[in-house]
C-alpha cells in the first residue's frame, strides 16, 4: 500500500520570502509523485511531477521539487513567494505498474502575507 | 480545448434520496477518474473508468456507482444519501490514465447532503 505525509497543515509566509512545503511517502513497490495546486473553490492543478530522471523537477508558477529517494521525500519550493500563491497545495503519488488511482496527502495550505 | 466539465456546480439533496454527476472529459480522453474530497478525509479515490470499463475502484460503499458512456462522458451516482456524502466530488480526465500522463481536474460537484 502507498501513503503519504503532508505534516505541516498550514504554513504562513510574507510575500517574497522562500517557502518550502514538506511530503514524505512510504510505499512498497515504485511510485510517481506529483505535487497539487488547489485554489478556493476549484478544482486540481498539477503543479509538477516526478517520472525518472533528474531528481530536481521545476513546474509551473516558479515551483521546483527534489525527489530524495533514501528520505522517500519529495518536498515543493519557491525561492519568492506572491500573495497569488495562497492556496491548498497536495502531493501525491502513483503506482508505477499502471495503476490508476492517484494517493493523495491531506494538503497544506500556503498562507502568504503581505 | 475545453477543460473538464462537471454538471452540476453545486447540489443540495436530503437523506435518503439519490443523485448524479456528471463528468464531460476533455476531448480524445479515454480515462475518467473521480475522486471525494472532504475536509476530514481528505480526497479519497472513488474509481477510474477507461474506454467504458472499470478499471480500479476505492474503498467505497457499493451505494456509490459509476458508469462511462461510449463518448468518454462519464456519471457517478449516490443511492440512498447519508449526511457523510456531503463532500466536492472531483472528475479527473487524462489521454490513457496511469502515471505517466497528466490528469487534468474539473472544478468539481459541492454536494451538500441535508
Known amino acids: 500500500a502507498q501513503s503519504v505525509t503532508q505534516l505541516d497543515s498550514q504554513v504562513p509566509v510574507f510575500e517574497e520570502a522562500p517557502v518550502e512545503l514538506r511530503c514524505n511517502y512510504s510505499?512498497?513497490?515504485?511510485?510517481?509523485l506529483f505535487w497539487y495546486v488547489q485554489y478556493p473553490n476549484q478544482g486540481l492543478q498539477l503543479l509538477l511531477k516526478?517520472?525518472?530522471?533528474?531528481?530536481l523537477v521545476k513546474g509551473i508558477n516558479g515551483f521546483e521539487a527534489e525527489f530524495n529517494k533514501s528520505q522517500t521525500s519529495f518536498h515543493l519550493r519557491k525561492p519568492s513567494v506572491h500573495i497569488s500563491d495562497t492556496a491548498e497545495y497536495f502531493c501525491a503519488v502513483i503506482r508505477m505498474d499502471s495503476s490508476y488511482k492517484l494517493i493523495f496527502g491531506s494538503g497544506t495550505r500556503l498562507l502568504v502575507r503581505p | 480545448k475545453a477543460g473538464v466539465t462537471q454538471t452540476p456546480r453545486y447540489l443540495i439533496k436530503t437523506r435518503g434520496q439519490q443523485v448524479t454527476l456528471s463528468c464531460s472529459p476533455i476531448?480524445?480522453?479515454?480515462?475518467v477518474s473521480w475522486y471525494q474530497q472532504t475536509p476530514g478525509q481528505g480526497l479519497q479515490f472513488l474509481f477510474e473508468y477507461f474506454s467504458e470499463t472499470q478499471r480500479n475502484k476505492g474503498n467505497f460503499p457499493g451505494r456509490f456507482s459509476g458508469r462511462q458512456f461510449s463518448n468518454s462522458r462519464s456519471e457517478m451516482n449516490v443511492s440512498t444519501l447519508e449526511l457523510g456524502d456531503s463532500a466536492l466530488y472531483l472528475c479527473?480526465?487524462?489521454?490513457?490514465?496511469?502515471?505517466?500522463?497528466?490528469?487534468?481536474f474539473g472544478q468539481g460537484t459541492r454536494l451538500t447532503v441535508v
Open positions: 479527473a480526465s487524462s489521454p490513457e490514465g496511469g502515471g505517466r500522463t497528466e490528469a487534468f
Open positions: 476531448s480524445g480522453h479515454r480515462s
Open positions: 510505499s512498497s513497490v515504485s511510485v510517481y
Open positions: 516526478y517520472l525518472s530522471g533528474s531528481t
